[in-house]
């Protein structure tokens, strides 16, 4: 079976904090993504990467960055976290037209 | 540009009568189109996709949708719900056919199941 592992099922940071979200996958996928989960807002691409250093900006990118130095391994960063990235994090992983979803990191920001 | 709007963001029924999540999408491209479920507290699991094949596809747990191209409609259907069934389902579309390259979600549709 495929498994995406995201490393916290839940983190509670402080605003102004630098929050480092990683995800591992074990298939072999070319393609990561980072998403957000918001209640009525379903889930929003933050960034995605189809090769080891390569990334795109999705949809909601403003204060995040990624970085994938290898490619199991997919890290999501708030530079200088704030409360309205408080939400659920769920990192996936793809090859053909099917992605892969990790359990989730809730992040609270206080 | 691609979309997705879930038409109902609650659906409410009981147990034994048939469910109806319905499901719009956008697409420059031929799609592909996906039914994610969320149960709580889990990740998302797959129901089902289509990916220009069958316009009928089956999927787990008795869940089944129908592709319409000229409704731009692939509303997901059950004959009879199951208490399990309780979860928050995600139609989902992807603007290529043989790879996934930027999921779009809608904002989901929250199905409760009573006895």
């Known amino acids: 079976d495929v498994k995406v592992t995201q490393s916290s099922r839940y983190l509670v940071k402080r605003t102004g904090e630098k929050v480092f979200l990683e995800c591992v996958q074990d298939?072999?996928?070319?393609?990561m993504f980072w998403y957000r989960q918001d209640p009525g807002l379903g889930l929003r691409l933050i960034y995605f990467?189809?090769?080891?250093?390569?990334?795109e900006k999705g949809d909601i990118p403003e204060g995040y960055s990624v970085s994938r130095e290898k490619k199991e391994r997919f890290s999501l960063i708030l530079e200088s976290a704030s409360t309205n990235q408080t939400s659920m994090y769920l990192c996936?992983?793809?090859?053909?037209?099917?992605?892969?979803f990790g359990q989730g990191t809730r992040l609270t920001v206080v | 540009a691609q979309s997705v709007t879930q038409l109902d963001s609650h659906v409410s029924v009981s147990e034994g009568t048939p469910v109806l999540l319905r499901c719009n999408y956008s697409?420059?491209?031929?799609?592909?189109l996906f039914w994610y479920v969320q149960h709580p507290n889990k990740g998302l699991q797959l129901l089902l996709k289509?990916?220009?094949?069958?316009?009928l596809v089956k999927g787990i747990n008795g869940f089944e949708a129908e592709f319409k191209k000229s409704e731009t409609s692939f509303h997901l259907t059950k004959p009879s719900a199951h208490m399990s069934d309780a979860a928050e389902y995600f139609c989902?579309?992807?603007?290529?056919?043989?790879?996934?390259?930027?999921?779009?979600f809608g904002t989901g549709t929250r199905l409760q199941v009573f006895p």
């Open positions: 996936a992983s793809s090859r053909g037209p099917e992605a892969f």
């Open positions: 298939m072999d996928h070319e393609n």
């Open positions: 990467s189809y090769d080891v250093k390569m990334k």
């Open positions: 697409s420059s491209y031929s799609p592909s």
């Open positions: 289509y990916t220009s094949a069958a316009t």
């Open positions: 989902v579309v992807s603007p290529r056919a043989y790879n996934t390259d930027k999921l779009i």
